[in-house]
């Protein structure tokens, strides 16, 4: 069974800097059956937007709201994706979610539980 679990969310004030981490159990990065590894987030009220993606080859695509503010990366060998964030703005506010879509079509993706960033102004 797969779990994503995150963790390094937090209340930072405009202008610092957090590091998400998404820990991944039940598969392993190296075996190569997932092709996306994304980070997603959703404001109150708003609809769950798509921060950052990686691909299984490494490729990096971004939002134009945190293109040259976001960072994100993969370790294979811990299983484990991350989300660097710096300068951040109070509009970065909103629950993030990891998420892994699989090569195979058709096949199970798979969503993190969500954590928190608040940023004060």
């Known amino acids: 069974q797969v779990q994503l679990v995150e963790s390094g969310g937090g209340l930072v004030q405009a202008g610092g800097s957090l590091r998400l981490s998404c820990a991944a159990s039940g598969i392993m990065f190296r075996n190569n059956a997932m092709g996306w590894y994304r980070w997603y987030r959703q404001a109150p009220g708003n609809e769950r937007e798509l921060v950052a993606t990686?691909?299984?080859?490494?490729?990096?695509y971004y939002a134009d709201s945190v293109k040259g503010r976001f960072t994100i990366s993969r370790d294979n060998g811990k299983n484990t994706m991350y989300l660097e964030m710096n300068g951040l703005k109070p509009e970065d506010t909103a629950v993030y979610y990891c998420?892994?879509?699989?090569?195979?079509?058709?096949?199970?993706?798979?969503w993190g539980q969500g954590t928190q960033v608040t940023v004060s102004s």
């Open positions: 990686i691909t299984a080859g490494g490729s990096t």
């Open positions: 998420y892994l879509r699989p090569r195979t079509t058709g096949a199970r993706d798979y």
